[in-house]
């Protein structure tokens, strides 16, 4: 069966640096997003990607934030100069669009900022 | 202020009973989205409902959307422990998500 996958499982990283995370959505797919979840918290939408531009984007989703999908297959987050309050839970998902609306999520990065 | 309320927050419950979680939103919106977290796991969706009046059913669970109302049901049938979980709603093409409601179902 088809599924999203993210790498890596956990970054550590330090203050100021920068971090991409990486998501391979489901191949027939047209809609991808990523969220995040600070732990024990609600999820919390960042932005939503379809034909290659952001589609919609949520306040946290500012100027250190970015998204690509650079080979027609991975989409990426990237952070360009993390906070300690970036530490969280980040998943991916997608859909497939044109009626179909179910999300399959990835299983998550992890993300620890020091 | 787009909000999504979710009640209750907490829920314990013992296995054969019924109980429903409720969703309550400040859109317009006429999509609503329910979704399952295990502890430490992802999100794995369980109910897209695309308008007034739509209800799904999935084994002991069934959803239903009143879009006048703006609220949205989330019903657990005989509860069994396999269904301990957190439960979230969200609206607005899933750019707005309630709290969640943690689900116990002691044996």
């Known amino acids: 069966e088809p599924e999203v996958t993210q790498t890596p499982s956990h970054q550590v990283t330090q203050m100021g640096q920068e971090v991409i995370l990486r998501c391979v959505p489901i191949s027939n797919h047209l809609y991808f997003y990523w969220y995040r979840q600070i732990l024990g918290q609600k999820v919390e939408f960042l932005v939503s990607?379809?034909?290659?531009?952001?589609?919609?984007k949520s306040e946290i989703f500012d100027d250190q934030f970015s998204v690509e999908r650079p080979d027609g297959s991975n989409f990426t987050l990237k952070i360009r100069s993390t906070k300690l309050e970036d530490s969280a839970m980040y998943f991916c998902a997608s859909s497939g669009g044109q009626g179909d609306y179910e999300q399959y999520f990835g299983p998550g990065t992890r993300l620890t900022v020091t | 202020e787009l909000k999504v309320e979710q009640n209750p927050l907490f829920l314990s419950m013992q296995e054969g009973k019924n109980y429903t979680i409720y969703c309550n939103y400040s859109t317009t919106s006429d999509r609503l989205y329910w979704y399952r977290q295990d502890p430490g796991k992802s999100l794995e969706s369980l109910f897209v409902l695309l308008s007034n009046g739509a209800v799904k059913q999935e084994g002991r669970l069934m959803a239903s959307l009143d879009t006048k109302a703006r609220l949205s049901t989330l019903h657990i049938t005989a509860a069994v422990h396999d269904l301990s979980a957190t439960y979230f709603c969200?609206?607005?093409?899933?750019?707005?998500w309630g709290a969640g409601t943690k689900l116990i179902i002691k044996p």
């Open positions: 969200a609206v607005e093409y899933v750019r707005i």
């Open positions: 990607f379809y034909n290659n531009e952001i589609s919609e």
